[in-house]
């Protein structure tokens, strides 16, 4: 079974930096999209970072410059990594995979979240 699990959430102060794993098990991962999204308190769930199997990457506005995704396919792994983190970046952190095992067919799958908080 498809299993998504996240780490290196956490506190962090302003200007500050965090690296989020996400180690995925159960799949063909290199063959797979990933993301990472974020929800703040009374936010919706936005998209942050994407990383195809081909490793096209794009970002939201609020994120260039300032993050970083990657992927290791030895590991089975996608990253996040978080520099100059401002306070609004504070939210729950979720990796995303999606599968295209033929092109009329998509599955989504998520981590269960990591908290990150960016605060003095």
């Known amino acids: 079974q498809v299993q998504l699990v996240e780490s290196g959430g956490g506190l962090v102060q302003p200007g500050g930096s965090l690296r989020l794993s996400c180690e995925v098990s159960?799949?063909?991962?290199?063959?797979?999209?990933m993301a990472w999204h974020r929800q703040a308190p009374g936010k919706e769930r936005e998209l942050v970072a994407s990383i195809t199997s081909g490793y096209m990457t794009s970002y939201a506005d609020s994120a260039k410059g300032r993050f970083t995704i990657s992927r290791d396919n030895s590991k089975n792994t996608v990253y996040l990594q978080m520099n100059s983190l401002k306070p609004e970046d504070t939210a729950v952190y979720y990796c995303?995979?999606?599968?295209?095992?033929?092109?009329?067919?998509?599955?989504?799958?998520w981590g269960q979240g990591t908290q990150v908080t960016v605060s003095s």
């Open positions: 159960g799949s063909i991962f290199r063959r797979n999209d």
């Open positions: 995303h995979m999606r599968v295209s095992p033929v092109v009329e067919a998509t599955y989504d799958y």
